[in-house]
């Protein structure tokens, strides 16, 4: 079993910055994959921003204000989110691609945090 927990989120005025932390832990051989996506009501879960190992691959509304960045040591991925915007306000859900120590290859998904931004 992989779990992930992530933390972070909360109330933010425009222009404000939130990081966010999630932590995997579990039968863990190697981490193949981590991001963020996030979702509002009504409206498909979308990429924010994903580390696969080469450069990370960013949303184009975030591109320049957030940054990801991983701690392999520590298992743990962060989303840096500077000059925030009304239209960020989402679930923000932490996503790993994880090779087990039962020798597979799992999709794990975090339980969400919220971030509000007002304007």
């Known amino acids: 079993q992989v779990q992930l927990v992530e933390s972070g989120g909360g109330l933010v005025q425009a222009g404000g910055s939130l990081r966010l932390s999630c932590a995997a ?5 190697s981490i193949k994959t981590m991001g963020w996506y996030r979702q509002v ?4 879960r979308e990429l924010v921003a994903l580390n696969s190992g080469g450069s990370p691959n960013y949303a184009d509304s975030v591109k ?7 701690d392999n040591a520590k298992n743990t991925v962060y989303l840096q989110m500077n000059g925030l915007k009304p239209e960020d306000a989402a679930v923000y859900y932490c996503n790993a691609g994880v ?10 998904w975090g339980q969400g945090t919220l971030v509000t931004v007002s304007s």
């Open 99 to 108: 090779f087990t120590r039962a020798y597979r290859t799992v999709e794990v």
């Open 25 to 29: 832990s579990g039968s863990i051989l």
């Open 41 to 44: 009501p009504g409206k498909q």
């Open 64 to 70: 320049g204000r957030f940054t990801i960045s991983t």
